[in-house]
């Protein structure tokens, strides 16, 4: 498995939402670099003052930075799979231009991949590479359980 730029399901399996994978090692979600509102600021999506907002809208609400960006509308979905993937030194899976291969979605039952959100898209070796909704050690898990990979 390369460190940077590979994809999914890896015994490290990447995860993220439906549209990128996420970078995760062995059963640990490797740390982001840089926060979220940084990227986007450093990568010109976003302004400072919309980081703010969204930080600010964060204390009371306890949502998630991303969300509240698509939310004030300072970013759409599509920015915010793209953020996390470069936050977490992923591949950014486009479903709307990469088709599942089905030897990659056999391997995933359907009620597994419903109940985590998850597509499996293609094999990378003998890793496959599945394109998730959300990102986390635990998810990890789960994967690598229903996929016994």
Do not use: N, Y
Request: hydrophobic share 45%; with cysteine; proline share 4%.
């Amino acid at each position: 498995m390369s460190r940077r730029r590979s994809s999914a399901k890896e015994r490290d399996t990447r995860a993220g939402d439906p549209q990128h994978g996420a970078h995760l090692s062995g059963s640990l979600l490797i740390a982001p670099h840089e926060k979220l509102g940084e990227l986007l600021v450093r990568c010109g999506r976003v302004s400072p003052t919309q980081v703010d907002e969204a930080l600010l809208q964060q204390l009371t609400s306890g949502t998630r930075t991303g969300v509240l960006l698509v939310e004030l509308g300072a970013i759409d979905e599509r920015d915010l799979a793209w953020a996390l993937s470069e936050q977490f030194a992923l591949d950014f899976i486009d479903l709307g231009r990469e088709t599942p291969d089905p030897d990659a979605v056999a391997l995933l039952s359907e009620s597994a991949a419903r109940a985590e959100a998850a597509i499996p898209v293609r094999l990378a070796g003998t890793q496959l590479v599945i394109a998730v909704a959300d990102v986390s050690s635990d998810l990890l898990a789960r994967l690598t359980a229903a996929c016994g990979r």
